[in-house]
């Protein structure tokens, strides 16, 4: 579960990033956030890893009081967090398979769980054609695909994505968006982070506007074709 009370932050540059935001994402919920640049996205996700601290309310994220968490322990917090990136950031000297699998070394997990999980993992985005290929051998939706491989492969309790359709085509857009569902189909909690209205509108579902800091509106809005 995501929670924001009353949270609010001000950068040393008096701008006013978040402003008195409360907000409930729970457990197994889809949820689009939605806003043009500079609307307070960014300073949203950042708070939710904990890379910065608000200068007011309380936030919790997975269990995690973040009031109470210390820096040096908000590698805990993020194990259970799956990060999809626009821009991919794929490893090019690894194929897609040791993408995968990157994650599961870097936290020491036992090479048999490696084995079997990172293929499983892969398979599920629809990769296992491609596991020795290399990002550079990959189009961009299949670049998109491994870094969701990569999100999905710790089994997180969230997956954040950042503008994950910003650098696709529309129709592969919409392939990522349908296997974002698909994997909350499967009880994981999905925050797709996004500028791109025409597509929140196409799928529908739980739609978070922010603006100027603030969020404007927080409601279902119905699949339009």
């Known amino acids: 579960m995501v929670e924001l009370r009353n949270v609010s932050v001000t950068y ?12 409930k994402i729970n457990d197994g919920e889809f949820a689009f956030v939605v806003g043009k640049s500079g609307a307070g996205k960014s300073t949203l996700i950042k708070l939710l890893l904990k890379e910065i601290s608000p200068n007011s309310g309380k936030i919790t994220v997975n269990g995690f009081d973040l009031e109470k968490l210390k ?71 299949e670049q998109q695909r491994v870094a969701l491989a990569r ?17 696709l085509d529309p129709n592969t857009s919409i392939e990522i ?3 974002l569902k698909a994997i909350n189909n499967c009880g994981t ?22 603006e100027n800091g603030r969020i404007t509106f927080d409601d279902y809005i119905g699949y339009t074709e």
Do not use: C, W
């Open 71 to 141: 820096k040096s322990k908000a590698h805990k917090l993020r194990r259970t967090i799956g990060f999809v990136f626009q821009d991919f950031k794929l490893i090019n000297t690894m194929n897609v398979y040791d993408n995968v699998a990157f994650v599961l070394r870097s936290i020491d997990a036992p090479l048999k769980y490696i084995r079997n999980r990172v293929p499983y993992v892969i398979s599920l985005v629809g990769l296992k054609d491609r596991v020795r290929s290399y990002p550079t051998e990959l189009s961009g939706g």
């Open 177 to 179: 968006i349908e296997l």
């Open 189 to 210: 909690t999905v925050m797709m982070v996004t500028h791109e209205h025409e597509l929140v509108r196409r799928f529908g579902g739980r739609t978070i506007n922010i």
């Open 12 to 23: 040393s540059n008096g701008v006013d990033a978040l402003h008195d935001v409360t907000l």
């Open 151 to 167: 999100a999905l492969v710790n089994d997180p309790q969230l997956i954040i994505a950042d503008e994950p359709t910003g650098n």
